[in-house]
Antibody, heavy 120, light 110 residues
Framework: VQLVQSGAEVKKPGESLKISCKGSGYSFSTYWIGWVRQMPGKGLEWMGIIYPGDSDTRYGPSFQGQVTISADKSISTAYLQWSSLKASDTAVYYC??????????????WGQGTLVTVSS | QSVLTQPPSASGTPGQRVTISCSGI????????VNWYQQLPGTAPKVLIYGNNQRPSGVPDRFSASKSGTSASLAISGLQSEDEADYYC???????????FGGGTKLTVL
């Protein structure tokens, strides 16, 4: 079971971006995939989560309207996209599979992370 | 400001036992199980404990955790140099309808 994310990106403010997270080794459609932001030197923040089986998506309040989470179950890939990047979007972004057993929910495994740098 | 509260740092010498606390409220830790993640320098987080006190296969039994009310704690016994990392607690929050994280605790092995 693994999640492999797309490579590092360097973008200018105002540009758009879509990063990816490809799952393998399990039934991709039947597990929620979450996205987590880690700004430089800071902690983990939950951005949102998607169920690839039907694309049901939830967003954290700080990220609603700021990013779009999507998935293509036919190629076992989830996406995180921005329409207009800001310098404050500079961070490492992780995807992670949510496991859910008897009411317990946790993220495992995690992708390796995608560093997004936004600078003019 | 993180939803769950952790001390920013902790330290110990090799062989010692250290504990890291995590405090929340009724809608998160008070109602749901707590998970702990370890993030070694320059790497992605990895689950250390899930469901309050369950260790995934491969995690040494030196790591243990507990929960009481709206607080939880992670204990590391027989501290080793390779335990130097950032540790995050997390729990589902029923009000947010999503997971919340602590701010992380940087563990230094002296």
């Amino acid at each position: 079971v693994q999640l492999v994310q797309s490579g590092a990106e360097v973008k200018k403010p105002g540009e758009s971006l879509k990063i990816s997270c490809k799952g393998s080794g399990y039934s991709f459609s039947t597990y929620w995939i979450g996205w987590v932001r880690q700004m430089p030197g800071k902690g983990l923040e939950w951005m949102g989560i998607i169920y690839p089986g039907d694309s049901d998506t939830r967003y954290g309040p700080s990220f609603q309207g700021q990013v779009t989470i999507s998935a293509d179950k036919s190629i076992s890939t989830a996406y995180l996209q921005w329409s207009s990047l800001k310098a404050s979007d500079t961070a490492v972004y992780y995807c992670a599979r949510q496991n859910w057993i008897r009411g317990d929910r946790w993220f495992d495994p995690w992708g390796q992370g995608t560093l997004v740098t936004v600078s003019s | 400001q993180s939803v769950l509260t952790q001390p920013p740092s902790a330290s110990g010498t090799p062989g010692q036992r250290v504990t890291i606390s995590c405090s929340g409220i009724s809608s998160n830790i008070g109602s749901n199980s707590v998970n702990w993640y370890q993030q070694l320098p320059g790497t992605a987080p990895k689950v250390l404990i899930y469901g309050n006190n369950q260790r995934p296969s491969g995690v040494p039994d030196r790591f243990s955790a507990s929960k009481s009310g709206t607080s939880a704690s992670l204990a590391i016994s027989g501290l080793q140099s390779e335990d130097e990392a950032d540790y995050y607690c997390a729990a589902w929050d029923d009000s947010l309808n999503g997971p919340v994280f602590g701010g992380g605790t940087k563990l230094t092995v002296l």
